[in-house]
Structure formats: structure tokens, C-alpha cells
């Protein structure tokens, strides 16, 4: 079972919901941010997109607080696979479950369009279903996406080969021109250096269906459910 | 007691709201403005016996949830009874 967390001010969670049901066949359950304790036969987490909170304060500040981020960051903790897409890669990063930041837009707008992303690593639970260096295009939907990492948390992450997704042309060449939001060194998508936890701005469940513009959604969503069927019953 | 407390974007992070306010005060003719940063100043109000106890329990509150320490400063500016 797939558990989809809820916070006020979400708004992906049902299309995630539909993308994992619907598309990829495995049961799921929403799961209210008040909960004390994810359901005990979850195998994966996903932080859905959305405003929680409002954003007040910064983005994912306050969700980062909610009753059942302490079971999530357990979950994860005890090795649980974790995917946070857009509103959720910012409650990851603010949780400190991933290392870094996401900053206003560079061009301050509001950024609603399908973007090409590199598969830089293709050994992880949320990318497995990809070749390396694969091109994926899916949509990004944020005002604040702008990845940052300080210059020596940078370097780790590259060495430590952290970056999973970077905005690229159709080609896949990673160039200035590609880069939507002004993310630091392109990254649209980071994993925690255990390999279990994700964050990335694009929105993989906004991309399932050919009728709305593409399935390489299917991709990320599947390699999770691929990942979670190799380990045990989904 | 009151206190203030002055949250800012570190000088290595971008801040692409204060660029565009700067470009609006030169499309003004301020062109003698060149650089503005936007920041963040919280006004609180707390229980603390003094002084040195408000700063503790303000220092803590920042590193916990006023300020993202990967990509913010923050300072106390002022404590007052």
C-alpha cells in the first residue's frame, strides 16, 4: 500500500492517487497530516505537491511540523522509500530529510510548463524503469523551485552522485537554456545519500496518461512500484 | 517582553525580489538605487523572566522555524521589556 500524505493546502494528492491506482495498478490510501503514525502496511511515502500551509513563512515550513512527518521521517529513517514532488520536495527539504533549499523563481514567475529532464542516475528505486542519460518530459508547475545548495554541499552531492534529475534540452544536453527556474547546477531531483528519499520539482503523476501530454511520468512512478514489488508485496 | 527579530537571505543566494525592486526604482529614475535586498522582520511578543532568557529562546525558535539556516541569516535587533 501506497500512503499519500495530506496536509492542508495539498493539491496533488488525489492525482497521485489516480496515477498510482489507475495507471499503475497498486492500492494507495490518503493519509491525514495529523495522523500520529503512517498505516502499518504503507511501502512507500509520497509527499504530494500543493501549498501547504500556504506557504507561510517558506515553502514546506510549517507541513515540516505536522504530527506525521515524525513517523514519515522514521519511515525513512528505517529505510522506507520516500518521493516528494514539488510542495513535497520543499517539506523534505526544510525537514532536513534532504540536504539544500528551493528559492523563489529567478524570473519570479510562476512557471506552469512541460519541461525535459535527464536521467542521471538510473540505479535508484525512482528511476530503475529509465537508461541512464534518458530524457524524460514532464511537467513542472512551481514558483519556487530554484534548487540551492551552499558550494560545498554542491560539490557533495555531485561526488556523492545525489543528482538524479537535471533539466536538459530535448537532447538531454544540461545548458542554461534548459534551466526553467534557475536551479543550481540544473538539478530538478535529489536523493538523500541512502538512496531512499527523493525530491524533485517535476510532477511525474501529471504525466500518465498520453490524452494529457505524455506518460514519462510512468517512469518515476513505476520504478517505485517496481522497487516496492522487488522487496515484498505492494 | 517585544523583540525583533531580522531574518535574511544569505549574500551568496540569489534574491530575485529585490532585483526586480531595484529595476522598478530605476524605470523610476531612482537610478542612484543599486542594489536592494527583500528580508524578512518578525515582531514578537514573549514571556521570558530577561533578557538573556528571551535571546535563548528567540536564537532557538530561528535555527528551528524563522529562518532556513541553508539559505538565511538572523539576528536578534532588539529586546525590550
Not at chain 1, 488525489?14 to 504503507?42: C, N, T
Request: charged share 25%; with cysteine; hydrophobic share 45%.
Amino acid at each position: 500500500m501506497f500512503a499519500v500524505v495530506q496536509f492542508p493546502g495539498s493539491n496533488d494528492d488525489r492525482d497521485m492517487r489516480f496515477a498510482l491506482e489507475r495507471v499503475l495498478g497498486v492500492p494507495s490510501r490518503l493519509v491525514w497530516h495529523k495522523d500520529a503514525a503512517l498505516p502499518s502496511d504503507a511501502k512507500a511515502v509520497l509527499l504530494p505537491g500543493g501549498f501547504s500551509y500556504g506557504d507561510y513563512l517558506r515553502c514546506g515550513a510549517m507541513a515540516r511540523f505536522s504530527p506525521i512527518m515524525a513517523d514519515v521521517r522514521r519511515f525513512a529513517d528505517a529505510g522506507g522509500r520516500v518521493l516528494g514532488t514539488c510542495n513535497g520536495f520543499q517539506v523534505l527539504c526544510e525537514a532536513g530529510l534532504l540536504p539544500g533549499a528551493l528559492l523563489r523563481n529567478r524570473g519570479l514567475h510562476f512557471i506552469c510548463d512541460d519541461v525535459h529532464l535527464r536521467v542521471e542516475r538510473a540505479d535508484t528505486p525512482f528511476t530503475q524503469r529509465a537508461e541512464p542519460g534518458a530524457v524524460l518530459r514532464i511537467p513542472i508547475k512551481h514558483g519556487e523551485g530554484a534548487y540551492f545548495a551552499p558550494p560545498p554541499l554542491l560539490a557533495a552531492l555531485e561526488q556523492n552522485r545525489q543528482v538524479v534529475l537535471r533539466y536538459c534540452g530535448p537532447d538531454g544536453a544540461v545548458d542554461e537554456a534548459s534551466n526553467p527556474n534557475g536551479s543550481a547546477a540544473n538539478i530538478a531531483g535529489i536523493v538523500n545519500e541512502r538512496g531512499n528519499v527523493i525530491g524533485l520539482m517535476p510532477h511525474p503523476e501529471h504525466a500518465v496518461e498520453p490524452l494529457i501530454g505524455g506518460v514519462d511520468g510512468r517512469v518515476i512512478l513505476g520504478s517505485l512500484v517496481d522497487a516496492v514489488r522487488g522487496s515484498a508485496s505492494a | 517582553m517585544k523583540a525583533t527579530v531580522h531574518v535574511k537571505l544569505k549574500r551568496d543566494v540569489l534574491d530575485p525580489q529585490g532585483k526586480a525592486i531595484q529595476r522598478a526604482c530605476a524605470a523610476l529614475g531612482y537610478d542612484a538605487v543599486r542594489d536592494i535586498r527583500q528580508d524578512k522582520l518578525f515582531e514578537v511578543e514573549l514571556d521570558a523572566h530577561d533578557e538573556t532568557a528571551a535571546r535563548a529562546l528567540l536564537d532557538e525558535l530561528c535555527q528551528k522555524l524563522l529562518a532556513n539556516p541553508v539559505i538565511e541569516d538572523y539576528r536578534v535587533v532588539a529586546v525590550e521589556a
